[in-house]
């Protein structure tokens, strides 16, 4: 545990015992839209070894878009979705967006793509499952609606300042040098996600203690939120080089404390 291992992730986690991992959260290589050392994953035979490695009621995190080709998107996010629930045994617990604030890719046809997939998978009935809330901007004595099955419009009152309320699926980061927390030497690696999108998952998902997987490490993004609040990690990654990156921006924690502090699960001004 608490190490980044350089190797295929496939024979990597063969060395590992049936349901030893509680989280996994990863973004593979899609599509091919980016060289990655001249290395390309095998998705179906690493999706049957997630579900073997995950404890029951853990939770993986795929995080994934598409290309598009001839005109078409490819579809290979839902594609994979699919494969994890018909084929794995996975549940597709839920579908989330993460829109990307300060990237958008010019096309002379169709709108900006600011936005990727993150398929929340789950390995049975959850057992962590630490939801993220806001504060509520309602209003004093006001009354929001929320629809019900039955058609019906229920009235749900909130006292602005002291109600919270669960976050919606779509979440919102800012990325690029100018807008990124991430260490500047993050960016070395070609494909990175915010750390505050990993660590939101892994608070949502997980709990103290738990072990969390990359087994597509990269720059360690993962591995270091894991690291931050106090579960164990295990990244792998194809590439001594990125292997390196990401253990020297995990040196300064140990498994036994970190320098620091805890972030409270309630954001006053969480996105969405």
């Known amino acids: ?52 490695v995950l404890k029951d009621g853990g939770v993986g995190v795929w995080v994934v878009n598409d290309a598009t080709v001839n005109g078409s998107e490819t579809l290979t996010s839902f594609k994979q979705a699919i494969y994890f629930k018909d084929v794995v045994g996975f549940n597709v617990h ?36 630490n939801l993220l809330r806001k504060i509520t901007t309602h209003k004093n004595n006001s009354a929001a609606r929320s629809r019900q099955k039955d058609g019906s419009l229920q009235r749900i009152k909130y006292d602005v300042g002291k109600e919270t ?26 494909a990175i996600f915010p750390e505050k999108l990993a660590e939101d998952h ?13 087994p597509m490490c990269g720059s360690g993004t993962t591995c270091k939120m894991a690291a931050k609040h106090q579960r164990q990690y295990v990244g792998i990654d194809c590439s001594e080089t990125y ?30």
């Open 94 to 129: 839920d579908t989330m967006a993460y829109c990307k604030d300060g990237l958008a890719f010019p096309n002379s046809n169709r709108y900006y793509q600011t936005f990727e997939y993150m398929f929340v998978l789950s390995k049975g009935n959850l057992k962590a499952a």
């Open 1 to 52: 545990m608490n190490e980044i291992i350089h190797g295929n992730h496939l024979d990597v986690l063969k060395r590992y015992p049936d349901g030893c991992f509680d989280m996994f959260l990863t973004s593979p290589p899609y599509d091919d839209l980016r060289e990655y050392k001249g290395y390309t994953f095998k998705f179906e035979p690493l999706a049957h070894e997630l579900y073997r």
């Open 202 to 214: 892994i608070l949502s998902w997980s709990n103290p203690g738990d072990v969390i997987l990359d």
């Open 243 to 272: 292997c390196e990156l990401a253990r020297t921006r995990l040196e300064r924690f140990t498994t036994q404390t970190t320098i620091f502090d805890t972030v409270s699960d309630t954001r006053e001004n969480a996105d969405v």
């Open 165 to 190: 309320r669960v976050l919606g699926n779509v979440w919102k980061y800012g990325i690029g040098n100018g807008k990124s927390t991430l260490d500047k030497i993050a960016f070395k690696h070609p």
